[in-house]
Nanobody, 121 residues
Framework: QVQLVESGGGLVQPGGSLRLSCSAS????????MNWYRQVPGKQRELVAT???????TYTDGVKGRFFISRDNAKNTVYLQMNSLQPEDTAVYYC???????????????WGQGTQVTVSS
């Protein structure tokens, strides 16, 4: 089994920055794309950013130019640098890995426990 552990959430003032980290542990040969989602109570979980294994990145429109996703394949870790944070960025942020290759094959759909990000003055 694979575990995803997130860190880096917290309370920040509007205009501030936070950096989220998500580390995968377990019997891992290779991780697929790594994603960050966020969810506000009463709303669907939203895909925020994706980093493919070869480093390509995509973002939802509302965070382009403010959020930056990166990954360290040697450490099985993905990061989300969040700048110019606004109150509407307040949410629980989740790390997601769609597919993991282990020595025996593939397993699918792993989620972290979530980390709260609150943007407020």
């Amino acid at each position: 089994q694979v575990q995803l552990v997130e860190s880096g959430g917290g309370l920040v003032q509007p205009g501030g920055s936070l950096r989220l980290s998500c580390s995968a542990s377990g019997n891992i040969v290779e991780l697929s794309a790594m994603n960050w989602y966020r969810q506000v109570p009463g709303k669907q979980r939203e895909l925020v950013a994706t980093a493919s294994r070869d480093g390509r990145t995509t973002y939802t429109d509302g965070v382009k130019g403010r959020f930056f996703i990166s990954r360290d394949n040697a450490k099985n870790t993905v990061y989300l640098q969040m700048n110019s944070l606004q109150p509407e960025d307040t949410a629980v942020y989740y790390c997601h890995v769609p597919m993991v290759r282990d020595p025996t094959g593939y397993t699918f759909n792993y989620w972290g426990q979530g980390t709260q990000v609150t943007v407020s003055s």
